[in-house]
């Protein structure tokens, strides 16, 4: 089973900051997802990324396959940012099924 | 589009009730699949399906049935509901079985 960690699991951080929540998991994969849950519960994808960078308004994912690293970034980040961020990997040996991290709460202060 | 609807968002059960989660989406998204969220823990697949009429396990599918009679809906039927099943309960849609995600809102289920 691939194992998924994400690190830090709390994150604090004052408007304006540069956040970087990682991603490591251990068995190679052909994608990953960087996921955003809500305070309200309600989940949505954010990237879907095989190799190099991407980049969405204020938030860049980044992903090194050799190194089994993914790094989510948030530059300028603002309290609406405030969220439960999560990677997901497919589990080994079967693409159509993920595995998900613990997910890192940020907490964006005013 | 209404993306993927989830129903009821709230229930509450006794121990040894049955019932079914319901989950529609109207992307034309041939796999959907079923989650469970607890506390400390990442979410953990129950079951998934690639497309009408094919289900298969997750890694945690005992005392949940589901079946896949269309392409738009995925229930999943909670056959004698257990105080270990307490929990939030989320379902999703892609084209395909590792495309982006799109889930609904979730149903927080209680069993007393």
């Known amino acids: 089973k691939n194992e998924v960690e994400q690190s830090p699991q709390n994150l604090t951080a004052q408007e304006g900051e540069f956040i970087t929540i990682n991603c490591s998991y251990s068995v190679g994969i052909s994608a990953l997802h960087w996921l955003q849950q809500h305070p309200g519960g309600g989940i949505v994808s954010l990237f879907m990324?095989?190799?190099g960078k991407k980049k969405h308004g204020r938030l860049i994912a980044t992903i090194n396959i050799q190194e089994k690293h993914s790094s989510l970034h948030i530059t300028a980040s603002h309290p609406r940012d405030s969220a439960v961020y999560i990677c997901a990997v497919p589990a080994s040996g079967s693409a159509r099924q993920l595995t998900f991290g613990s997910g890192t709460q940020l907490t964006v202060l005013p | 589009n209404a993306g993927v609807t989830q129903t009821p968002k709230f229930q509450v059960l006794k121990t040894g009730q049955s019932m079914t989660l319901q989950c529609a989406q109207d992307?034309?998204?041939?796999?959907m699949s079923w989650y469970r969220q607890d506390p400390g823990m990442g979410l953990r697949l129950i079951h998934y399906?690639?497309?009408?009429?094919?289900?298969d396990q997750g890694e945690v599918p005992n005392g949940y049935n589901v079946s896949r009679s269309t392409t738009e809906d995925f229930p999943l039927r909670l056959l004698s509901a257990a105080p270990s099943q307490t929990s939030v309960y989320f379902c999703?849609?892609?084209?395909?079985?590792?495309?982006?995600?799109?889930f609904g809102d979730g149903t927080r289920l209680s069993i007393l």
């Open positions: 992307m034309n998204h041939e796999y």
């Open positions: 990324l095989s190799s």
């Open positions: 999703a849609s892609s084209p395909r079985g590792f495309g982006p995600q799109h």
């Open positions: 399906s690639v497309g009408a009429g094919i289900t």
